[in-house]
């Protein structure tokens, strides 16, 4: 009797590191769909910040003062009725349209990291991709990730209001951007939140490959993702934490970058210095905003496959024969 050694166990940390670099690295298509789903996940709030301009308050005053002081002192108006449902209806779309890329991203990211980890020789073989669950139960076990988050948020969410309005109103140091002021004021409450939203993202990470590479069902496949998590939580913790960072250390550079960029342009543009300077700062600035988008697919790509790696089996590279049993 025989049995292949490696063929049950998964791969070792340290391996499974090394072989995200290579897979993420050779499979260049991957970046594409690994930024679309970075986007569709938050990534474009992020992407979009050095062009934003947040409303001050006195802006938001004059927004809403008509709106506000109709439902405070008499009926609501027409305009308020139509600004609230308006609101409701566009953010439940780009809610389901962020979960729909985001799981058909997901669900051909992991099929591809594991074909092409097989190929390479880190991982088994995984059955045929033709048979995997399809995006909308992939949708569900990430839609079920953000109820911890989302539940810790609303029970912090009146003191951050109240810190972040009294900072608006009232700043203590206008010299210090307003989310470090918040942060400051708020540090034990903003990293129970992100902590939470990282062991529900590493769990729904684990349930999404349960799914599509294992075939279970969906509440089977959500329930084994936190056990997995509660099993090995060094492991899963570990792995997502790293490429948390390497996301980041990919994007965040680039995209502080392409703030400080914006911010010239803008003078540049405003003071109406020469076309040809503008064309040329314009230019420059678009190519780094593109840099920082091309580094995220990267990082994003890196992060998928460092997740798909952690639940795949070892390849069998050591056959061992045991003796056969005494009669």
């Not at 203590?172 to 400051?184: G, K, N, Y």
Request: glycine content about 8%.
């Amino acid at each position: 009797m025989t049995v292949q050694a490696g063929s049950s166990r998964l791969l070792p940390l340290r391996r499974a590191i090394t072989a995200a670099v290579v897979v993420a690295l050779v499979r260049p298509s991957g970046w594409v769909l690994a930024l679309g789903g970075f986007l569709a996940g938050g990534g474009l709030l992020l992407a979009a910040w050095p062009i934003v301009v947040l409303p001050t308050p006195s802006g938001l005053q004059n927004l809403l003062a008509v709106p506000v002081s109709t439902l405070v002192f008499g009926s609501p108006s027409a305009g308020l009725v139509a600004l609230v449902a308006g609101s409701a209806a566009g953010i439940t779309a780009l809610v389901i349209l962020a979960l729909t890329v985001g799981a058909w991203t997901e669900r051909r990211l992991v099929l591809d990291a594991a074909q092409t980890a097989a190929e390479e020789g880190y991982a088994a073989q995984p059955d045929d991709a033709a048979t995997a669950p399809g995006l909308g139960r992939v949708a569900l076990v990430r839609l079920a990730s953000l109820v911890p988050p989302a539940l810790l948020a609303a029970a912090i969410w009146p003191t951050l209001y109240n810190v972040t309005y009294r900072e608006l109103i009232v700043p203590e140091d206008l010299a210090t951007p307003l989310p470090v002021r918040v942060i400051a004021q708020l540090p034990v409450p903003l990293l129970a939140l992100a902590l939470t939203w990282l062991a529900a993202d590493t769990a729904a990470a684990a349930g999404v490959r349960r799914l599509v590479l294992d075939r279970r069902r969906l509440v089977t496949a959500w329930a084994l993702g936190w056990g997995d998590l509660a099993r090995r939580p060094f492991r899963l913790l570990v792995l997502a934490l790293l490429g948390v960072i390497g996301q980041a250390a990919s994007f965040v550079p680039a995209l502080a970058a392409a703030a400080i960029g914006w911010g010239l342009l803008r003078a540049t543009l405003e003071d109406g210095r020469d076309l040809w300077l503008q064309l040329a700062m314009t230019a420059t600035w678009v190519a780094i905003w593109l840099a920082a988008l091309a580094l995220a697919s990267v990082g994003a790509a890196f992060r998928s496959t460092l997740g798909t790696l952690a639940a795949l089996p070892a390849a069998a590279s050591v056959t061992v024969a045991l003796p056969e049993a005494s009669r």
